[in-house]
């Protein structure tokens, strides 16, 4: 879900030149890609589904709307396989990170520390990476005991090729009877992948880049997340009375 979610946000914003609607779409169609050069396992599906109830809430200017679908969705899920909520981390993390970005990142995209020097594009990407990060970062801190401070950046450098990567995957995959095309399109998309590589090692040794964390306990994870509640109800209060000043509550709406 945060990859999905990510991915989705940054092929979207590489299609800001056109109509609202059709850069969503292309969003969606990423993430269908994304599901099925993954294997469209269980995980993939789960994920890809939450991370379109993202788009969803952005076609229609409402996150509030896509954070109804997004509960309903998980308590569906968990009718299902109640497991899920302490066995599966795919989901906890899908869960989670869907839900930060619905409701942190127009706040952060539209914050004064973004939006004086960094470019649209640049910045509507930034804000999903920091948004995703917020609500999957306890989570990691518990279980892992371990977070990364330069994920932000590396994601700003990698994410936006990872879209033709896979377009070109996608391609040599589907028509690899040919004689020509396939070559043309593995070579672009092995270009591509090496640049994810070399970034990605480049940056993994930065001194400092990783933090070890062993002091979250269950009970400071809990804790941080009973902080980030309290905050998103608060900003999602502020955006329904900047978009619907009559009704203008959380609780209403929700």
């Keep these: 879900g945060y990859n999905m979610a990510i991915i989705a946000q940054a092929l979207s ?8 609607s059709i850069a969503i779409l292309g969003g969606g169609i990423g993430i269908l890609l994304f599901t099925l050069l993954s294997g469209a396992t269980a995980t993939a599906v789960r994920a890809a589904f939450m991370a379109t109830l993202v788009l969803v809430s952005k076609l229609v200017y409402r996150p509030q709307l ?55 594009a640049i910045r509507e990407l930034l ?16 279980t892992f005991h371990a977070t990364s401070i330069i994920a932000p950046l590396s994601n700003i450098l990698v994410l936006p090729v990872i879209p033709f ?65 309290s905050i998103g109800y608060r900003v999602l209060n502020t955006q329904l009375q900047e978009t619907n000043p009559i009704e203008g509550r959380v609780d209403v709406i929700l």
């Design 66 to 120: 896509g954070l109804r679908l997004l509960c309903v969705t998980g308590i569906g899920m968990l009718l299902y396989s109640p497991l899920l909520l302490l066995d599966s981390l795919s989901f906890q993390l899908s869960f989670l990170a869907t839900a930060s970005v619905m409701t942190f990142q127009h706040t952060l995209q539209e914050s004064r520390m973004f939006i004086a020097y960094i470019p649209n």
């Design 13 to 20: 914003s590489l299609l800001a030149f056109l109509p609202r």
């Design 165 to 229: 990567a896979m377009f070109c995957v996608f391609i040599v995959g589907t028509f690899g009877f040919l004689p020509i095309i396939p070559v043309v399109f593995s070579w672009m998309g092995e270009l591509l992948l090496r640049y994810v590589f070399v970034v990605s090692n480049v940056l993994s040794y930065i001194p400092g880049s990783l933090i070890t964390v062993e002091w979250v306990s269950l009970s400071v994870m809990l804790a941080m997340y009973g902080v980030l509640a």
């Design 127 to 142: 804000a999903t990476t920091i948004a995703a990060l917020i609500g999957v970062l306890p989570l990691l801190m518990y």
